[in-house]
């Protein structure tokens, strides 16, 4: 099981825009980026051109639909892990006690909420990321058949019982 929960539940996270680079960087963590390493400008056709370490990349703004909403998570330090967990452990016992036969727990993995988004921009290295790009279509295709496959199951279940 996942559960995504705030460090301070009573203040908004703060916004960002995450960039996706066609790159591998081994570092987790905040960064102390200057103007000077990574300053993305817009080109005359509209899109973002930046470079890093010396290599041009081209960048396309996806935003997300209406309703939906991006996060930016980290996984909490184990010891904060697992003091959710025993808690998670202590309501789940109670309801053992109502339900013997549920005799294996689900292991609870704690993220906590960093930030949140409604765009985020994908590059590419000297072309703009294009429709098979496995986050563009995530948001352009995929969110809009998971909305077509819930409607039509809700359909579905209102009419369940007139069958």
């Not at 009573?10 to 987790?28: A, F, S």
Request: a negative charge.
């Amino acid at each position: 099981m996942l559960s995504i929960q705030r460090q301070k539940p009573k203040e908004t996270p703060r916004e960002c825009t995450p960039n996706l680079l066609p790159c591998r960087i081994h570092h987790d963590g905040p960064v102390n980026a200057t103007r000077r390493y990574w300053d993305p400008q817009h080109d005359k056709d509209g899109n973002l051109e930046a470079y890093f370490r010396g290599r041009k990349l081209k960048g396309r703004e996806v935003k997300l639909p209406e309703g939906y909403k991006g996060v930016v998570v980290r996984e909490e330090a184990k010891e904060d892990n697992t003091q959710r967990k025993n808690v998670k452990r202590m309501s789940r016992q109670q309801l053992q006690d109502e339900d013997a036969d549920e005799d294996d727990e689900e292991e609870v993995k704690v993220l906590e909420e960093v930030a949140g988004f409604k765009d985020f921009i994908v590059w590419g290295h000297e072309a703009v990321a294009d429709g098979d790009d496995a986050y563009i279509k995530g948001v352009e295709e995929w969110i809009k058949f998971a909305e077509a496959v819930g409607a039509h199951l809700s359909c579905w279940q209102k009419n369940a019982d007139v069958w």
